[in-house]
């Protein structure tokens, strides 16, 4: 059975800190990876994705892959209230741009 | 910016009723898939499908069908609804694979009862 494991959380971060998210796959075929931001009640939404190794950027956030650990991670710089919510990891699994969801890290932003 | 809708955001249900849940997409995507979201479990593929027509069974099928007639448009149907069938259900649509582009694109999604 092919995963993605996150912890659950709730993980809690003052205002203006990082928040460090992690992400381990199983499916060593594996190519994409995302991670998506769910608020409550609605739907999950793209914030990024990365295909190779290392780092990217994007604004406050920062996607860091390690296929070699099978470990996908997800940094968020000056957290703010705004990104409390859960944040999804993906990893595109099997053709079709099939996806595997992890179940989610709950993160809780606090002023 | 893509646009996936669903017909409905609140559906309530009773035990042995036909359920239709459409999805319809703006962006000329081939792919579309059907998710269930349940607390703790996160998203369960349910269908998808790669062209008109065209469909795969994803990790769930058992309870579902799903209709594909039209490329901007892929129906979930619940045959015979039950209360294990209450959840959170999530349409996305997205570009095919080799296409470097494979980000999924979600619907609001529908919330439905089964009483």
């Known amino acids: 059975q092919k995963e993605v494991e996150q912890n659950s959380g709730p993980l809690s971060v003052p205002e203006g800190a990082i928040a460090s998210l992690n992400c381990t796959y199983s499916?060593?075929?594996?190519?994409?990876f995302f991670w998506y931001r769910q608020y409550s009640g609605k739907s999950p939404e793209l914030i990024m994705f990365i295909y190779s190794n290392g780092d990217k950027e994007d604004g406050r956030f920062t996607a860091q892959l390690n296929k070699a650990s099978q470990y996908v991670s997800l940094l968020i710089r000056d957290s703010q209230p705004s990104d409390s919510a859960t944040y999804l990891c993906?990893?595109?699994?099997?053709?079709?741009?099939?996806?595997?969801f992890g179940a989610g890290t709950r993160l809780a932003v606090h002023p | 910016d893509v646009k996936v809708t669903q017909s409905s955001r609140y559906l309530v249900k009773r035990t042995g009723e036909k359920v239709f849940l459409e999805c319809v997409q703006d962006?000329?995507?081939?792919?579309m898939f059907w998710y269930r979201q349940d607390p703790g479990l996160g998203l369960r593929l349910i269908y998808f499908s790669y062209d008109v027509k065209m469909k795969e069974k994803g990790d769930i099928p058992e309870g579902y069908s799903v209709s594909r007639e039209k490329k901007e448009r892929f129906s979930l149907i619940l045959e015979s609804a039950s209360t294990n069938q209450t959840s959170m259900y999530l349409c996305?649509?997205?570009?095919?694979?080799?296409?470097?582009?494979?980000?999924?694109?979600f619907g609001p999604g529908t919330r439905l009862l089964v009483l």
């Open positions: 499916d060593r075929g594996s190519q994409s």
């Open positions: 962006m000329d995507h081939e792919n």
């Open positions: 993906a990893a595109s699994s099997g053709g079709y741009n099939k996806l595997i």
């Open positions: 996305a649509s997205s570009l095919p694979s080799g296409t470097g582009e494979e980000t999924q694109y």
